[in-house]
């Protein structure tokens, strides 16, 4: 069954803000991007304090900064700080050198697309962002509305994950599907109505905070699309400028492009613009969108992670209080659950259920710190919150499946002098390919 399954690409999972993901881009593609106020605002907003002070100063200035008036701002006791600083700048392509010419030292100064669009946030001005419109809305959301349609968009996708009852297959899109299963989260078989499997990758995703879930998995979404930098640098500014916009306040969306309505429509599935209808031409943003990026100033109220639920016994009994569907079935992915009721769960961590979460990629350190992480306040009184008896047999069942260890290779025997087989040896050395090697019959293996 397990050559049926769709693999993922294999990434190192790892989180990435906002500054981290726009220096990986292509250079034109943060040129472009430069174009929009609102990315311009999220990149600055980003940027370390000395950073902004280097910003700051040039700014205002029509004229190149020689570089020994800028590198004089900063005190030389400073100079490590003070070099970092320029490397930021140039890797995102906002300090720009000015090119020698006769009689002139070289200098820096300000990208000019970031420089106008960055004045005209910090000073207003230019034309809005995005239209609003001029009557009432008579299908107007609240606030509260809106977090509850948020959570429970944002709540269907971690459902599917967890392969839990309240979705099925046919109910969520094809393109989350794709997201989940290219950003590894999931694995998906080709040709079979089983559900998909959860990988330690989406485990790990899983005990995020929820705004980081979200932010993870746009930036999953937009890798799919920088082949095309067009739709690319579309869907990026308008992501950047939902960001800034005020929650509980309607939109309207005559001001988009083709890509970036069909992009809305995304965003309106995973919760994070509320649009009554497809062909509506308001949209409201929700909590989750304006909470993307650090420093937004609001917090999430529905994360499901903020109050720990479950205690450990030492006879590997687990309690769990809530009645959360989504904790639930996280849960079940390494306990086997016994009994049900309306606001507790009964279980048992076995050796079955462990082994089941190892075949789908999750680690005994990973179900290790998912019981700590969530433990329910009583049990945190205690030290440790987990008993050592679980953990070390949760590690002892994983160790249960590393008795051997998978590595290709070639075998080189038949030496014909011990001399021959230690000189091959100590080279293979050298070069750390050795992966086994036996004195005594002479054999000796390489990567």
Known sequence: MASNLIQPVLKKFEFKDLRSYIKSLPQSTIVQLYNYPAACLAVFRELPELAKLFVMRLLFLEQPVTKSVVLSWINTKHSSEKSKTLDVLKELYIFRESSQQPGLLAGYKLDDAFKKNLKVVLCGGGG????????????????????????????????????????????????VIDVLTYAGLILEYVSSSSDPYITAAGFQFLLMDTPTQVWTFLLKYLERIESNESDLVECLSLLLTINFLTLGKDYLTDKLSERQQIFLQHLREFGLVFQRKRKCQRFYPTRLAVNMISGSGNEVTFDTHKQGYIIVETSYRVSAYTDSALQINLLALFCKIHYRFPNVVIGNITRESCREAFNMGITAEQIIRFLQTHAHPEASRKKPAVPHTVTDQIMLWELERDRFRYAEGVMYSQFNAQSDFDMLRDYAKQLDVLIWENAQTRMLMVT
């Open 128 to 175: 809005s962002w995005l239209g609003v419109g001029l009557q009432p809305d008579k299908y107007r959301k609240d606030i509260a509305f809106l977090d509850a349609y948020a959570k429970e968009r944002w709540e269907y996708i971690l459902h599917y994950m967890v392969r839990s009852q309240v979705v099925k297959n046919s109910n969520i899109s094809r393109d």
